[in-house]
């Protein structure tokens, strides 16, 4: 199985700054990359697939970038609706294995 | 409207069995590979199981293999997850999920269905 890490695991932050968090993978998957932005009580939603593919809907804020092992997903400025947990899932594979989440709050 | 909309939560013993259903409406069923997705309270994220178009390929995580049984009813636009010989560790919220075709991203998730497993 594809083992995915992400750092860091939580990260405390501020509206309107710019936040970068990494997503790493145990062998190279291209850029079958997904990101989800989860809030607590809620399914997880997509944001970016592809690694780089902006979901329809999804502000352009966000962006993601990267291939074969390491990836990363940025937030240009941070909005109070952005406090979540962050996953990444690979798609190369079944299992379609999920990185353990980065919970992002206000600092 | 597109949505998937679980059932079937519950509160069940230790070596017991229960079955999920997620019923799909707005779109056809039967055009999409399908998934099973949990979340232990607190937890992360974890891939369950996932089924093809057809419902003829299924492949399941280790930790539920010889358990758990994916499946499907394309003619009533519905998932089922069967869950046999329970354990503690089986608590959580299953999420089924819709994979989107090429890159294969998970672009419809349900609401969610809370699974207890309890004496």
């Known amino acids: 199985d594809i083992q995915m890490t992400q750092s860091p695991s939580s990260l405390s932050a501020s509206v309107g700054d710019r936040v970068t968090i990494t997503c790493r993978a145990s062998?190279?998957?291209?850029?079958?990359l997904n990101w989800y932005q989860q809030k607590p009580g809620k399914a997880p939603n997509l944001l970016i697939y592809?690694?780089?593919s902006l979901q329809f809907g999804v502000p352009s804020r966000f962006s993601g970038s990267g291939s074969g092992t390491d990836f990363t997903l940025t937030i240009s400025s941070l909005q109070a609706e952005d406090f979540a947990t962050y996953y990444c899932?690979?798609?190369?594979?079944?299992?379609?294995?999920f990185g353990p989440g980065t919970k992002l709050d206000i600092k | 409207e597109v949505q998937l909309v679980e059932s079937g939560e519950g509160l069940v013993q230790p070596g017991g069995s229960l079955r999920l259903s997620c019923a799909a409406s707005g779109f056809t069923l039967r055009t999409y590979w399908m998934h099973w997705v949990r979340q232990a309270p607190g937890k992360g994220l974890m891939w369950v199981s996932r089924i093809s178009t057809d419902g003829i390929d299924t492949t399941y995580a280790g930790s539920v293999t010889g358990r758990f049984t994916i499946s499907r009813d394309n003619a009533k636009n519905t998932l089922y997850l069967q869950m046999n010989s329970l354990r503690a560790e089986d608590t959580a919220i299953y999420y089924c999920a819709r994979e989107s075709p090429g890159d294969r991203y998970f672009d419809l998730w349900g609401r969610g269905s809370l699974v207890t497993v309890s004496s």
């Open positions: 062998q190279t998957i291209s850029t079958y």
């Open positions: 899932q690979q798609s190369y594979t079944t299992p379609r294995t």
């Open positions: 592809g690694a780089s």
